[in-house]
């Protein structure tokens, strides 16, 4: 018989190189407490804490998670390591760094070759919220819950705009 499935086991993993990357993951995190999707957050960096970034990649899929969102900023190679680490789809994060204003995370991230891909989301914040609105329509089908709530969310979202067409008022 199959074992009942763990209801809080987290589903998706948030990921990021530096406990300075929580101001931009913060948004991934709340994005999915308010769609009821189950996750963790753990910071591992791929430099500084590389054993951990292997054990955390290959322990993914056995854990349940079924996206992992990495974040990080600078050279990020982060979201790449993880994701030649797992079959888990990674979804990549670029932070706004300070001296480049996170086009170097950007182009780490993105320009992964051809064979180990990592879906790549905006710089910052928004890349950070998109990232965990895709992570829950990867969810919907399976979680009908993450579903309903994805689409209210986006109506709201949509009956916001209708509603205040005007900019002046
Ligand atoms: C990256 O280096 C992290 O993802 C972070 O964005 C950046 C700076 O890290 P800290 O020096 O703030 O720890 O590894």
Same mark, same amino acid.
Not at 45 to 73: K, M, N, Q
Not at 138 to 148: N, Q, R, S, V
Not at 153 to 163: E, I
């Given at each position: 018989m199959t074992p009942p499935e763990? !209801?809080? !086991? +987290?589903l998706v993993g948030i990921v990021m190189g %530096? *406990? %300075?990357?929580w101001e931009t993951m913060q948004h991934a995190a709340a994005k999915l407490e308010a769609l009821g999707v189950p996750h963790e957050v753990r910071v591992v %960096? !791929?430099? *500084?804490?590389p054993d951990v970034l292997f054990s955390y990649a290959e322990s993914a899929a056995g854990r349940g998670l079924r996206a992992i969102i990495a974040g990080a900023g600078g050279a990020a190679h982060l979201p790449g390591m993880l994701a030649s680490k797992t079959a888990v789809p990674v979804l990549g994060v670029p932070v706004q760094s300070k001296a480049l204003n996170g086009m170097d995370s950007l182009l780490s991230i993105v320009q992964? +070759? !051809?064979g180990i891909p990592v879906g790549t989301f905006a710089i910052g914040n928004a890349g950070a919220a998109n990232a965990a609105l895709f992570a829950a329509a990867m969810l919907a089908h399976e979680h009908p819950g993450i579903g309903a709530a994805l689409a209210a969310f986006r109506q709201k979202q949509t009956d916001d705009v209708a509603g205040n067409d005007d900019p002046r008022r």
């Amino acid at each position: 018989m199959t074992p009942p499935e763990n !209801a809080s !086991a +987290p589903l998706v993993g948030i990921v990021m190189g %530096s *406990r %300075s990357d929580w101001e931009t993951m913060q948004h991934a995190a709340a994005k999915l407490e308010a769609l009821g999707v189950p996750h963790e957050v753990r910071v591992v %960096s !791929a430099h *500084r804490t590389p054993d951990v970034l292997f054990s955390y990649a290959e322990s993914a899929a056995g854990r349940g998670l079924r996206a992992i969102i990495a974040g990080a900023g600078g050279a990020a190679h982060l979201p790449g390591m993880l994701a030649s680490k797992t079959a888990v789809p990674v979804l990549g994060v670029p932070v706004q760094s300070k001296a480049l204003n996170g086009m170097d995370s950007l182009l780490s991230i993105v320009q992964m +070759p !051809a064979g180990i891909p990592v879906g790549t989301f905006a710089i910052g914040n928004a890349g950070a919220a998109n990232a965990a609105l895709f992570a829950a329509a990867m969810l919907a089908h399976e979680h009908p819950g993450i579903g309903a709530a994805l689409a209210a969310f986006r109506q709201k979202q949509t009956d916001d705009v209708a509603g205040n067409d005007d900019p002046r008022r």
